[in-house]
């Protein structure tokens, strides 16, 4: 595998692969876009698309000076961490990658499992990427490796980063055969796995399981992480799986940005000195989400 070797210690991004010195600091989970329903039409997406030209104008519009402005602060890129089908078109990551001079790292992976009647799934089908439910787990291993090594979509544009999510503590059956895809194609490219895992008790079934797989844990990130951070017990689980290797994200989602009197944050920031204090603050990384 020559091409894997050529581009073993470079960042796959929205404009190609850069080496990790020209990142920066790095938002480690945003979302440029995320388009899981058809609003006007009362329609469920579950097909990619080139976005229409007023989206494309808008996108440009909004994101591109927020990147710009990222720049005074040494930040240079993102990891883009919507997965298929609700991402944007390869070709609109790297117009808004250009427009801000900014290194864009585009997902491939999938979402976790939804419970029907929440959010935007009405029917049992749609409570995850049908093409995740119904096609067979060596396919989408495929389907994951080839956006990595080949490109998104028939684009050279390749997805640099995995992404995976699980609902509770114990993951669905259906959250399991995602977490094993996930975990075949990263030990196929190389690339890292972020998660979306939003309950505590969910760190732990996903991290053994991608142990299981065999993935190496420092290539995984465990996203959402503010309240496990902030819970004693759950903070003392994650300091072990630190020491074997894993990554935790916090991000601000479910904690309020404009809290009066900062208490959440409090607790977040209390934590976040306990794992330095344990040693292991080089297994954090930050990104926003929810602005
Ligand atoms: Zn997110």
Known sequence: MTM???????????????????????????HLHCDMYNWAMQTFIEKEAPASPERRA??????????????????????????PPWRCWPDLYREVAEAADFHIIVATGFYREVEVGTYWVKKPEHRMWPTAISAPLEALVE??????????????????????GTSASEMTELEKKTFRIGARAQKATGVHITTHCTRLGAETSQLKILDQEG?????????????????????????????RGANFLPTNLGIPTKDPDGKQWEGLIA???RVFDAGHGDKLVFGLDSG
């Open 4 to 30: 894997m070797k050529s581009m073993s210690g470079k960042v796959l991004t929205a404009r190609g692969p850069v080496e990790p010195s020209s990142l920066g600091r790095v938002l480690m989970h945003e």
């Open 271 to 273: 934590g976040i000195h």
């Open 215 to 243: 993935v190496d844990l420092r290539r995984v990130v465990i996203g959402h992480t503010a309240w496990h951070l902030s819970d004693p017990a759950c903070r003392k689980v994650c300091l072990d799986w630190m020491k």
């Open 58 to 83: 808008y996108l440009l519009k909004e994101a591109v000076p927020h990147l710009k402005a990222c720049h005074a602060h040494d930040c240079h890129a993102y990891c883009d961490v919507t997965m």
């Open 143 to 164: 389907f994951c490796s080839k956006e990595i090594l080949e490109g998104i979509r028939g684009s050279p544009l390749r997805a640099g980063v995995i992404k995976l």
